[in-house]
């Protein structure tokens, strides 16, 4: 146990486990070509991805199983308007720019929505909430990108409306490797349950479910 585990584990957190319920929803925020295209400064790291490149596997397991995935993707007005007070220049995301089309990786299909965002959380100023809600969802599976930024964001959001939050660890990447290591284990220690990608791959090929269309 290292010494960081020491610390939560006498603080009481991680204590138990949230689980699998019954009617998930695969989530991916922000696979989008700024962040796994060469030709973008956002878009070099490979640790992105192959997150990416990894989140195919359950993607193509959800359409398999008829579990409804939602995408997320940042772009903003050109006259930057809608950028609010981000501490990073990303105002070059615009709206209809190859930058903001979801990655080659994990394209979407008819039927599944992709949700313009502008912060980090999937859930703020979206009509995700509802998407999910309408659907009767109880499990958010939460892939994407950035670890330390809009999937933490997203995955505390997930958990403060109640959804049991799940997030396959090899399916989310950072920038860099110490914050996405940092928030995986803050975020498993608070708010979700952080698995290799196989077990949550074995939850899906397991469930029984009736079609879901959205």
Request: glycine share 8%; proline share 5%.
């Amino acid at each position: 146990m290292t010494g960081k585990q020491a610390v939560y584990q006498q603080a009481g957190y991680g204590q138990k486990q949230v689980g699998f319920g019954e009617k998930p929803a695969l989530l991916l925020v922000d696979f989008q070509q700024a962040f796994t295209s060469d030709q973008y400064p956002t878009g070099k790291n490979p640790f992105i991805k192959q997150a990416a490149a990894e989140t195919a596997e359950l993607l193509a397991l959800a359409r398999e199983k008829d579990i409804p995935v939602i995408y997320t993707v940042v772009g903003y007005r050109d006259d930057d308007w809608d950028t609010g007070n981000w501490k990073t220049d990303i105002g070059w995301i615009t709206i209809g720019s190859h930058a903001m089309e979801v990655s080659t990786e994990v394209e979407p299909i008819a039927g599944e929505p992709v949700v313009l965002k502008k912060y980090p959380s999937a859930f703020f100023g979206t009509e995700v909430l509802s998407l999910l809600t309408t659907k009767q969802i109880d499990t958010v599976i939460v892939t994407g990108c950035t670890t330390s930024g809009c999937v933490r964001a997203s995955i505390i959001d997930s958990f403060s409306y109640g959804f049991k939050t799940i997030v396959p660890e090899e399916c989310v990447g950072d920038q860099a490797k110490e914050s996405h290591d940092a928030n995986l284990f803050d975020v498993n220690a608070r708010y979700a349950d952080v698995l290799p990608k196989e077990q949550v791959a074995a939850y899906l090929k397991a469930l029984k479910t009736t079609p879901i269309t959205l």
